[in-house]
Every structure is written in C-alpha cells, then in structure tokens.
C-alpha cells in the first residue's frame, strides 16, 4: 500500500516537474496553478505513505536507502510550501519541484521490500541523527535556491537590462530574507546533526574521524559558520554571500553522495 | 440588439476639438437624457476622458449620435466630422472592448481606462439610460478587460521615468516602508521621482541643496528634513535611496565615497537615481556590491524595453479580443426573440421531415393520398407544438425578459445560434 502511494506521489510530483521545464524553457511561468494543487496533493499521499511504512514496520522508515530517499523527499515539499506560504515566491518552486521529483523518482528506483535494518544501524541514534541532518539539508537547499534567485536578480538590476525573469523574481530583500533565514534553521540542525553522529558514532566504533562524510560534512559545517560569522560582524549579504551559500550547498551535495563513492563507514 | 458608436480620441483630433466636445460631468446626466429622449435611440453611455469622448447607443442609426453632439455642443457637423468616427454592431463592440481593455490608449495597458469606463456606466445607470443590452455589452467589456489584464503582460511594467524608478526601488528593498529617500539637488523630475517614491510607500525624506532655502522649501513638500550641502555625505548614512539632479560640473558622488557609506550601512543596500545631465555619480558606483546605480539613460533603457514587451503583448491582447467579440456576438444573437422563432420553426421542421425520411421504408406501401395524410398529421403537430412558445416569444418580443425566455426556449429546443 504505502508504495502505491508513494508511486502516485511521484506521478503528481512529475507535474511539477514538468511546470519546472516548461518555465524554464519558456522564460515564463507556465502551469504554477496545477502544478502546486499536484504538489500539494503529492505531499499528502507521500506523508500517508510514510506513515504506513512505519506502522508497518514498527519504526521511523529511515534504515533503507529508499526510505532516506522518500523521507528527504517529503520533508523538501514540506520545506516548499512552507516557504511558500510565507513568501508567495512561486519561482522558488522552479528548484523545487525538481528536487523532489528525483528525490522521490530515485525512492521509487531503489526501493526493497524487505524490512531488515542492518545490524549498524540499530541503535536508538539513528532516529535522532537522521531527521537532523535531513532536516538541515532540506533547509540548506532553500538557502542555495534563493541565493541563485539573487545571482539572476542582481545580474538583471546590474545590467539594466530587464527581462521576463526579472519581473517574474522576488525582490533582492527577499531573496537574501529567505536566504539566510533558511540558514539560521538550517545551520543549528545540521550542528546537532554532526555532534549526534559523533557520539553515536563513538558509542559504536569508538572512533569516527576517518570517514570521507564526515571529513565533507565538517568542511560544509566551516562555510557556512564563516557565512554567519561574516553576516553578524560585517553585515554580509549580496553577491559574496550568494557565492557561498552555492559553495555551502555544493559541500552539502558532495557530502550527502560521497558515502557512497569514497567509501567509509557510512557505506550499508 | 443593435448598436452605433460615435466618438473621437487623442488619435483623431487634436486637443482643441477635443476639449469642445467633451462633456463636464455635471452635464452628462442631461445629455444621456436628451440622448435617450430622441426617436430610435433606446439606451446610451457617454464616456468623456481628457483623451477621448465616446458615446454608445442602442440605435440603429450613428447619424442620430452625430446629430445629438453637434447639437449639444452647437457645433457644425462640417468642422468635427473629420475627426469623429463612427462603429456598427460588431464594430462597436470591438471598439468598446479595446476601449475598456485599455488597447486603445495613448500609453497602451495604462490602468486608468477601466476605471473611467467603469464610472461612466454607473452615471448612465444612475441616470437610467442603459439597458439590458448596454448592461450585457458593458459587463462583458469588464470582463474582458480583466482577462486581457491578467492573461497578457500589456499593464505589467513602467512606462515612465518616475515609475521605472519607483518599480526598480522594489525590486532592490522589496517592500518600501521605513525606507530613506534623499534628494541632492532640486529639479522639477527629481521631485516627482521623489513624489512618487513616498507614494509608494517610503516613510522618511531628506533634502539638500547648494541653496539651503530651496531644500527647506522642498523638505516641506514631503514632510521631510533639509540637511546642509557640505554634509550631505553625513546623512546619506541613512539613505537607502538617493536621487541627484545638482547642475554640478564634476561627479559628487564617487566611487570612493559610495564604497566607504555602503561599508559604513554594514552593506545594506542602496539605489542611486542619478537624473543630472552631466551626471553626479560616478558610473563605477553600479559595479559595488550592493549598489544599484541608475542614471537618465539607463531609466530611459528599461522604459524603451517595457514599451517593446507592451507592444508584444498587445498583439496578444489582440487575439483575446477578436475571440472575445465572436463570442459575444453569437451570445446576443441567441438572445434575440425574431430569430429565435425562424430557428426553432426551422429546426423542428427538420426534425419531421427526418423522422419521415428515416421511416421511408415502412411507408413505401401507403397510397399517396395516405402519404400526404402522413405529411399533413405531422405538419399540424409540429405547430400544435410550437403554437405556444411562439405566441408567448411574440408577446414579450419588445420587452427586456424577451431574451431570456428566447435563452430559454433555444436551451430547451437545443437551437444553436447560426
């Protein structure tokens, strides 16, 4: 059950996903309206879904990489329509809808029915360390698309030259607004996400240090500490601080897919 | 229904005809009245704008609308006709909805039209000279105008230097209140740049001017401060917008300058409108973070940008009107009572002679004389069937329920207007 659910989810994701194409193709907001009642509609059934899962399994599906996958998904649309509802942007949805169409489409590609969760994972840790990291990343994501927003808005201001986008945007101030307070509740999550994993981790292996996420994930942590040391000393904003929100969000890419490339103890 | 439009705009005749034909608004509800009070003349709208008077009958005949204004404004038909024009049914319809969707305009997609048209309907109900058929006409060019508005970009950007200021200021802040504006110099454009900033919602003003009178004169204007020239730099501090007109020779604000205030604002934003010819600000100020510097020419720029996208997006305002005017054509005609009749006799009579056609050939063996038995019976059903509902048509053939009951006859029959 909770997969057909969550397979629907991913055919009315797939409708924002196309209102992302289309917008982008046609620089012009095409099918927003549709797109956000599928979106939302979307949201619901994926939440039923993971609800299901769990009561199925008797605990917070996070263990299987599909679960992850389904989970980050979720909680990005949660994210959005959050946002939306405070800040009316409907072109943040043009980053978006796409995330959590792959987020999910890769869900549905990776999914396995058997409920076992591997021997590493049982530990209480694991429903603590996980929505934190998640959580923050999914906040990070809406730093990294509003400061692009505010890369394409100020290269138009700058240029004098207005195009559709630039009518279509949201103003610099709120941009730089949705930026950097997706940072402040992104920032704290992803603090608590690693002190977790530290002590989870020394209470499993009695070392952690020498494992490729976390090396990237304390990078990632650096940047985007310099971002709000700067912001509060100096005032920090525009363009140099765009950059490095890209520069943070990237840290977060890099860290959230390296386990599985460069190996480690994050490999199950 | 059938409509005449007569009338003049900025296209057509020069201000002068124009401001002898206009109607003061005190005289409207008169001439409505002597307009409606005229043979063949059955409901009317008079709108009259400082761009152009229009006058909207349900009349057969537009020389009547002609006869009436150079009657009321006693002026000879020789010396206006060339500047009026004149539109029937469908033309008129059209002209009404590009009117009202603001196509028509000197500064097309200007947003006052609607509103113009809007108060010109409301007199002509109040003075009770518009009918169903103008109210139909009417509600439906609302209509259209809103959809034009919403569906096409022709109202969406700024077609002036004060506009393209204030819009170019929100999209720097965002919302504009507890924002600073600070005028250097005292030009007539720098005051409405300003003017319309503060409508716009920016709370605070400041002032100054080589001549310190001037700026305490201006500062009154806008409820705001005067601040010596010599340290204006001082105050700019506070200033998140900045707009210089000085007839100063040299730059007055430089790179330098601008860099050390925005360091100083702890980079919070500014936009510098620099309107002097020669210019006051350095144009090496746009290329720091956080400053946003716009001179005449780069306002001009987005004005000419927005005119082009206006212009684009007429043509597709354009589409929805022919499509728009079609429809509603096809509407009013299905509203009318003789039509209605022929259509619903025609379509009934079709549905007889189909029926014996389809049946041909059971009835192969009756005897003539029983085949024109057959066709007499039917005959006199089918008007036994339609007696009533076309002598009730008839009865209510000139009053204004007479379109709704010929909607409801054609929705029962299921008769399509041809």
Same mark, same amino acid.
């Given at each position: 059950m909770h997969v057909v659910l969550l397979r629907l989810a991913l055919g009315l994701y797939s409708l924002g996903f196309a209102h992302s194409v289309l917008t982008a193709l046609k620089k012009k907001q095409t099918l927003f309206g549709p797109a956000l009642a599928a979106m939302s509609v979307g949201f619901a059934l994926h939440v039923a879904s993971i609800a299901i899962r769990a009561v199925d399994v008797h605990y917070l599906p996070l263990t299987q990489r599909y679960e992850g996958f389904s989970f980050f998904g979720a909680l990005a649309t949660l994210g959005f329509l959050i946002a939306y509802a405070k800040y009316r942007i409907a072109p943040l949805s043009v980053f978006a809808f796409p995330l959590i169409f792959v987020m999910t489409f890769v869900a549905n590609l990776f999914?396995?029915? *058997?409920? *076992?969760?591997p021997p590493v994972l049982r530990s209480n840790w694991l429903y603590i360390h996980t929505p934190l990291v998640f959580l923050g990343y999914a906040a990070l994501f809406f730093a990294f698309a509003a400061a692009i927003m505010y890369l394409i808005q100020e290269r138009a201001l700058k240029s004098k030259h207005p195009t559709r986008f630039y009518n279509w945007l949201p103003s610099l101030d709120i941009c730089d607004d949705l930026a950097y307070k997706s940072l402040a509740i992104g920032f704290p999550l992803i603090t608590l996400g690693i002190i977790t994993g530290a002590l989870w981790a020394q209470a499993v292996w009695g070392v952690w240090a020498r494992d490729a996420k976390v090396l990237f994930s304390f990078l990632t942590w650096l940047v985007y500490m310099l971002l709000i040391f700067y912001r509060l000393i100096a005032g920090w904003r525009g363009r140099k601080a765009a950059y490095l929100y890209i520069v943070g969000f990237i840290g977060v890419l890099v860290t959230f897919l390296s386990a599985n490339y460069f190996g480690g103890l994050h490999t199950f | 229904m059938q409509l005449a439009l007569v009338g003049l705009n900025h296209k057509t005749a020069p201000v002068e005809i124009r401001e002898r034909l206009a109607f003061s608004s005190d005289a409207l509800r008169s001439a409505l009245a002597s307009l409606v009070g005229r043979?063949?003349?059955n409901e009317a709208i008079i709108l009259s704008t400082c761009n152009r008077v229009e006058v909207v009958a349900e009349s057969s005949d537009d020389r009547l609308i002609r006869e009436f204004l150079c009657e009321f404004h006693q002026i000879p038909h020789d010396s206006i006709s060339k500047h009026l024009y004149s539109f029937r049914n469908v033309d008129a319809i059209r002209h009404v909805f590009r009117v009202t969707a603001s196509l028509d305009s000197m500064v097309v997609g200007e947003p006052q039209i609607l509103g113009q048209v809007k108060e010109a309907y409301r007199i002509a109900a109040d003075a009770g000279t518009v009918g169903m058929h103008l109210t139909a006409l009417m509600n439906r060019a609302f209509a259209v105008a809103k959809r034009v508005r919403s569906e096409t970009g022709i109202s969406q950007s700024a077609v002036s230097v004060s506009y393209a200021a204030v819009e170019l200021a929100r999209k720097i802040f965002g919302d504009l209140s507890g924002k600073t504006v600070m005028i250097i110099g005292a030009s007539k454009m720098g005051e409405l740049a300003a003017k319309h900033l503060r409508r716009a919602g920016v709370s605070s003003v400041l002032v100054t001017n080589r001549t310190f009178e001037r700026a305490v004169e201006l500062a009154q204007v806008f409820e705001g401060a005067a601040v010596p020239f010599e340290h204006f730099a001082d105050h700019m501090l506070g200033a998140d917008i900045v707009i210089t007109s000085t007839g100063a020779p040299h730059f007055i604000i430089g790179k330098n300058l601008a860099e050390q205030i925005i360091h100083r604002r702890k980079n919070r934003p500014m936009f510098f409108i620099d309107i002097a010819v020669p210019r006051d600000i350095d144009p090496g100020v746009n290329e720091i973070d956080n400053a946003f510097l716009y001179d005449i020419d780069d306002l001009q720029q987005v004005i000419d940008t927005n005119l082009k996208e206006r212009l684009k997006e007429s043509m597709r305002a354009e589409e929805i009107i022919d499509h728009e005017v079609e429809s509603f054509c096809l509407k009013m005609k299905g509203r009318e009572v003789v039509p209605t009749i022929i259509e619903l006799r025609d379509s009934l009579e079709k549905l007889r002679r189909d029926e014996i056609e389809r049946n041909r050939r059971h009835l192969k063996n009756l005897s003539p004389e029983q085949q024109a038995a057959l066709d007499q019976i039917t005959k006199a059903i089918v008007n036994k069937i339609l007696h009533s509902p076309i002598e009730q048509l008839k009865q209510v053939a000139h009053d204004p329920q007479g379109a709704d009951l010929a909607d409801l006859i054609r929705k029962i029959f299921n008769i399509k207007p041809q």
């Open positions: 999914y396995d029915p *058997s409920a *076992s969760i | 043979e063949q003349v």
